[in-house]
């Protein structure tokens, strides 16, 4: 198993920057596929990037590509989410999630951390 918690939401205005990260417990970090979600008020949740257990494979939402960056360090047991240029539309709680299943199945979540992007 293994317990995620993010940090490093906020409030900061349209084309600022922020990074997320996200910690996780236990040994074997580095044998889960990590991607960012993320839900906005009245919609549903989405997928906003993942990074493979190596961290040598990313791939990103095209809502936010170009402007979002997923990083890890399993040294750390910890996953970033680096976003730039920022857009009100980006205004979200931001969760992140582990996979064992190369990303089929996301089975263990964090609590989020709400990201408010002002005009």
């Known amino acids: 198993q293994v317990q995620l918690v993010e940090s490093g939401g906020g409030l900061v205005q349209a084309g600022g920057s922020l990074r997320l990260s996200c910690a996780a417990s236990g040994r074997t970090f580095s044998s889960y596929t990590m991607a960012w979600f993320r839900q906005a008020p009245g919609k549903e949740r989405e997928f906003v990037a993942f990074i493979s257990e190596g961290g040598a494979a990313t791939y990103s939402a095209d809502s936010v590509k170009g402007r979002f960056t997923i990083s890890r360090d399993n040294a750390k047991n910890t996953v970033y989410l680096q976003m730039s240029s920022l857009k009100p539309e980006d205004t979200a709680v931001y969760y992140c999630?582990?996979?064992?299943?190369?990303?089929?199945?996301?089975?263990?979540w964090g609590q989020g951390t709400q990201v408010t992007v002002s005009s």
């Open positions: 999630a582990a996979s064992p299943t190369y990303g089929r199945l996301y089975d263990y």
